[in-house]
Nanobody, 125 residues
Framework: QVQLVESGGGSVQSGGSLTLACVASTQTYSKYYMGWFRQAPGKEREGIAA???????KYIDSVKGRFTISRDNAKNSLYLQMNSLKPEDTATYYC???????????????????WGQGTQVTVSS
């Protein structure tokens, strides 16, 4: 069982930045593929960034160039640096983990076994 705890959410104005963090409670964190998802009110949860065990990142087009996913295996931590935030980025953000190689499923909600409780990000115009 892996527990994930996110932090770093908050309220910012459009164009601002936030960094989200996720800490995993496992001794084998380096073996997990990790992802960031978000869910806005009335919308489905969507994957936005993922990172392989070798550190290779993947992004959906809407955040590419603005968001950066990274991991620190020594700290069992996952990060999401978010720059140039827009009102449409407003959502609850979740980190997720899976022991299965991502391949083409990096943004598939069903691919991930473990989820954090979420942290709210609100971007005002």
């Amino acid at each position: 069982q892996v527990q994930l705890v996110e932090s770093g959410g908050g309220s910012v104005q459009s164009g601002g930045s936030l960094t989200l963090a996720c800490v995993a409670s496992t001794q084998t964190y380096s073996k997990y593929y990790m992802g960031w998802f978000r869910q806005a009110p009335g919308k489905e949860r969507e994957g936005i960034a993922a990172i392989d065990i070798d550190g290779t990142p993947k992004y959906i087009d809407s955040v590419k160039g603005r968001f950066t996913i990274s991991r620190d295996n020594a700290k069992n931590s996952l990060y999401l640096q978010m720059n140039s935030l827009k009102p449409e980025d407003t959502a609850t953000y979740y980190c997720a983990a899976t022991g299965i190689r991502l391949q083409d499923e990096a943004f598939n909600v069903l691919w991930y076994n473990y989820w954090g409780q979420g942290t709210q990000v609100t971007v005002s115009s």
